[in-house]
């Protein structure tokens, strides 16, 4: 057994409380340097509310990015019936046009579905 030291519990728990902090740190800091390289980004309140309440991530996206459906088909070479039926819920994508999407709105595909 290696050497040991004795110190007050009060010491310990500080220790411990600093670590905690060190980790939220560092968590802050990889969460900056994502969206200094451009690898994340900030979503408005307001969306990111409607996401959260289970609102169509596709209208979502396409609305945070200032594009219609007319303009996200031209873009993606997905039907604007087709985009208005995924937003609607009224059909599902498959997975090729729900990447034909998310790479014109720049995102993971994930996040669109």
Same mark, same amino acid.
């Given at each position: 057994?290696?050497?040991?030291? =004795? ?11 600093? *670590?905690? *902090?060190?980790?939220?740190? @560092?968590?802050?800091? @990889? ?23 289970? *609102? &169509?991530? !596709? @209208? $979502?996206?396409?609305? !945070?990015? %200032?594009? =219609? ?5 031209? =873009? &993606? %070479?997905?039907? @604007?019936?087709?985009? $208005? ?6 059909? %599902?994508g498959s997975i090729a046009t729900m990447k034909k999407l998310a ?6 595909? %994930?996040?669109?579905?």
């Open positions: 057994m290696g050497e040991m030291i =004795t110190i007050p519990l009060e010491d310990y728990e500080r220790l411990r409380a600093a *670590e905690g *902090e060190l980790a939220d740190l @560092r968590a802050f800091d @990889r969460a900056v340097a994502a969206l200094d390289a451009g690898e994340d980004e900030l979503v408005p309140a307001a969306y990111a509310k409607r996401l959260i309440d289970g *609102e &169509s991530p !596709l @209208r $979502v996206w396409r609305e !945070l990015r %200032g594009l =219609t459906q007319a303009a996200l088909a031209r =873009t &993606s %070479g997905v039907g @604007r019936v087709q985009i $208005v039926n995924i937003e609607q819920g009224v059909r %599902g790479e014109a709105l720049g995102l993971a595909i %994930g996040d669109l579905v």
